[in-house]
């Protein structure tokens, strides 16, 4: 079987990956501004895909990325609303909902098996908690600010909160202002996994994945799997089932 192309174009780094079935082969990451560079530059190493998917963040199309997967793959598929997939959709308004959402929710299902609930948290430049059912229903979730939104948005917003990294100790008290920040954000996105993982069913498998996925996860309590490159898998596993459709 040919390989297959999927682009993950997020809020701050676009991720493009190369798959051969279900084994992630190479993995690039750009700026929007090198992207199509990317996807040419794995083209020319495996040579044309069967197939292409992108999920973007971004409303507004990229002209140069499109034309590059087209010239890189025989059948480019752009994830939306309309698109054929593994797990039903009941979102109200599913023309709104993000690709990502709905491609980290499918790559969960890969990860935690079948026949289990998934709470899915993607801990990003936003902080997103999604519900799979164990029949595969994807019924909605919640979106909030992550942590480094949190840290920024106190120091913007703030006459005298200086701008601190995620980096560093978190204590469960922060003994100065640094560490109060950095505890208060990112024990604050833990307090909220916590108690989705509360609110959804008894059982649910708990899947993580975004840049602070592991500095999220130590500060909770229970087992939970991170997966870094999650919508990616699920973009595959999209292009699969699109394909057998």
Sequence with gaps: ???????????????????????????????CADEADCVRHIAGEAGRSAAAIISSVNPHSSPLLEDALRSAAEKVVILNAATELPVAIEYASPETLGSDRIAAAVGARAVAGHGVPVLVADLGTAATFDLLTADDRYTGGNISAGVGMRLSALHARSARLPEVSVEGPVPTWGYDTDTALRSGALRGVAAELEYYRLQAPAGSAVVLTGGDAEAVGKLVGFNYIIEKNLVLLGLNRILHHHNEA
């Design 1 to 31: 079987m040919k390989q297959t192309l999927t682009v993950d174009r997020g809020n701050s780094m676009t991720k493009i990956a190369l798959w051969q079935d279900d084994k992630l082969c190479r993995l690039l990451t750009a700026t």
